[in-house]
């Protein structure tokens, strides 16, 4: 799968996955996601993130969970 929005630079936040070089953190994101905002509110609140981004982020985060398998503790 090819992203184009999400980039991954060591000059920027420590090499963690940012949208479009913008120093905003995809798990910022998508945190600011799972803790209910919406994707107007965000938008409205980072006015230079754009609607791409956010679908994009949740691609991302979706393929992240395919590949990746974690074991819960019983």
Request: glycine share 4%; net charge negative.
């Amino acid at each position: 799968m090819k992203f184009e929005r999400i980039t991954v630079d060591p000059e920027v936040c420590t090499g963690k996955p940012c949208i479009r070089r913008l120093r905003f953190p995809v798990s910022r994101l998508l945190g600011l996601l799972a803790s209910g905002e919406t994707k107007e509110t965000i938008l409205r609140a980072y006015p230079y993130l754009e609607a791409e981004d956010i679908e994009e982020a949740l691609r991302y985060a979706s393929y992240l969970a395919e590949e990746e398998t974690v074991e819960f503790a019983r």
